[in-house]
């Protein structure tokens, strides 16, 4: 959150999401009222993931749950059953990955093999197709993840999703994919638009156009330099559920760009303080 917080610069944007958008948006009203109401974190230590903690705490506390305890692990770990053995015996209703990679590949999988679903729910930030396919359904399932972008989520999606897969030998694009795709080609229409490539033009012209492709249907950049788009909740599916490649994910709540990013009210960017 500080890119856009309180280290934003004029010329400095933020597309896919941040640590706010990935983690408050998993602690809904709905889980709430269903008692999973207690939180176990396992964070990567490092800026990432001390800055995500820090945002999914305060999500938890602003929705009435608790957050029971929380260790940390170096980046690129192997083993990760101490952690998972405290998570289990926290007793929290939910446990929150907060990585990313091959870290949430491993812990994922060792989750699993320790049979903490469906004692415990397992949550998860910013999780791409690549990763739910390294260990596939049978591993993945039951998961609810923070989804900054779905394929599948309508006409215009579903071709540039045929039409990336057709040039990369059938493979599915991942949400830093599609991104790269959007905010090149935002930035590209842009100077046509203004009729000009100097910086402070096109980022005005930038912040003018609404943000309307692949990526996002309803996206718009903002005076903090973060691209306000909607997030999404998904569920992995079981593998009796999914249809075939790709069809991996179930929306349960898709979240505004509004309530899924902090508000300018709430940012540090210096830029917007009056």
């Not at 990679?101 to 812990?107: E, K, N, S």
């Not at 679903?117 to 596939?136: D, H, L």
Request: glycine share 8%; aromatic share 8%.
């Amino acid at each position: 959150t500080d890119i856009t917080g309180k280290q934003c610069t004029p010329h400095s944007l933020m597309w896919l999401y941040n640590a706010r958008a990935t983690t408050a948006n998993l602690v809904t009203p709905e889980n709430i009222s269903k008692g999973i109401d207690s939180f176990f974190i396992i964070s990567v230590d490092y800026a990432f993931g001390t800055n995500a903690s820090k945002a999914f705490r305060a999500a938890v506390a602003a929705r009435g749950g608790k957050v029971v305890g929380e260790v940390s692990h170096p980046l690129n770990s192997t083993d990760f059953s101490s952690y998972l053995l405290q998570a289990q015996a926290s007793g929290a209703k939910a446990v929150v990955f907060i990585n990313s990679g091959a870290d949430l590949v491993q812990l994922a999988k060792q989750a699993r093999e320790f049979g903490m679903m469906p004692k415990q729910q397992i949550f998860s930030i910013g999780m791409t197709i690549s990763e739910i396919e390294a260990n596939g359904l049978a591993i993945m399932q039951g998961m609810q993840v923070v989804s900054f972008y779905e394929w599948n989520l309508n006409e215009r999606s579903r071709a540039w999703a045929r039409a990336f897969s057709a040039r990369h030998n059938g493979k599915l694009p991942s949400g830093p994919q599609v991104a790269t795709y959007s905010f090149v080609r935002h930035y590209l229409r842009a100077i046509e638009a203004a009729g000009t490539d100097d910086a402070d033009v096109v980022l005005a012209k930038m912040r003018e156009m609404p943000v309307n492709d692949a990526f996002t249907p309803s996206g718009r950049l903002r005076e903090d330099g973060q691209m306000i788009h909607e997030m999404y909740l998904v569920q992995i599916k079981s593998p009796a559920e999914s249809t075939g490649k790709g069809d991996y994910t179930r929306v349960i709540q898709t979240v505004p760009g509004e309530m899924a990013f902090q508000t300018l009210a709430e940012s540090e960017c210096p830029l917007v303080k009056k």
